[in-house]
T-cell receptor, first 112, second 113 residues
Framework: GENVEQHPSTLSVQEGDSAVIKCTYS??????FPWYKQELGKRPQLIID???NVGEKKDQRIAVTLNKTAKHFSLHITETQPEDSAVYFC???????????WGAGTKLIIKP | DAMVIQNPRYQVTQFGKPVTLSCSQT?????MYWYQQKSSQAPKLLFH???????NEADTPDNFQSRRPNTSFCFLDIRSPGLGDAAMYLC????????????FGQGTRLTVV
């Protein structure tokens, strides 16, 4: 079955700097890769997603890249701000399968 | 506007006393999920419904049951809560198969005393 690995588990960056979180997946049939942000005590919320027919997607300060050959995808946050502090989860799924396979999460800390 | 609503937000139950958590949605989504999440770990899928079709994850304990009486509502029943069942329980919905956004409710924080 699918397995998603996420690194690093904790990432501390200076406010204004960029943050990169990486995930790898095992099942080449996976074709949908969402990223969720979860603030302390709150629900996970989708911040960006990408499908396997696209290599990169950007939404303001957030971008996701996908390398299907290497089976990895990454989240890039530029010009980090204090409100970016949260736990970020990557996930993968196959269209025919309802289950999202989640990474273990990355705690992002933005230092003032 | 809240689209996936969970009640209650906080639930305290006694060890071994059955408890029910509820979830409702205004999105008219076919799929509803129940996840268990412990202290910043990834959400762990317990089961999901596609319409009335129930799908149980292989490692979901028998202590956990679910009901979906109609499209809008889904319930999580914990028959005999143990201390290890203390967690955040998240309900989510999606329009269809994997490959569509999952919308989460606010969660119910379950404490077992």
């Amino acid at each position: 079955g699918e397995n998603v690995e996420q690194h690093p588990s904790t990432l501390s960056v200076q406010e204004g700097d960029s943050a990169v979180i990486k995930c790898t997946y095992s099942d080449s049939a996976s074709n949908y890769f969402p990223w969720y942000k979860q603030e302390l005590g709150k629900r996970p919320q989708l911040i960006i997603d990408i499908r396997s027919n696209v290599g990169e997607k950007k939404d303001q300060r957030i971008a996701v890249t996908l390398n299907k050959t290497a089976k990895h995808f990454s989240l890039h946050i530029t010009e980090t701000q204090p409100e970016d502090s949260a736990v970020y989860f990557c996930a993968a799924s196959i269209n025919s399968n309802y289950q999202l396979i989640w990474g273990a999460g990355t705690k992002l800390i933005i230092k003032p | 506007d809240a689209m996936v609503i969970q009640n209650p937000r906080y639930q305290v139950t006694q060890f071994g006393k059955p408890v029910t958590l509820s979830c409702s949605q205004t999105l008219n989504h076919n799929v509803m999920y129940w996840y268990q999440q412990k202290s910043s770990q990834a959400p762990k899928l317990l089961f999901h419904y596609y319409d009335k079709d129930f799908n149980n994850e292989a490692d979901t304990p028998d202590n956990f049951q679910s009901r979906r009486p109609n499209t809008s509502f889904c319930f999580l029943d914990i028959r005999s809560p143990g201390l290890g069942d203390a967690a955040m329980y998240l309900c989510a919905t999606s329009r269809g198969a994997g490959g569509t956004e999952a919308f989460f409710g606010q969660g119910t924080r379950l404490t077992v005393v």
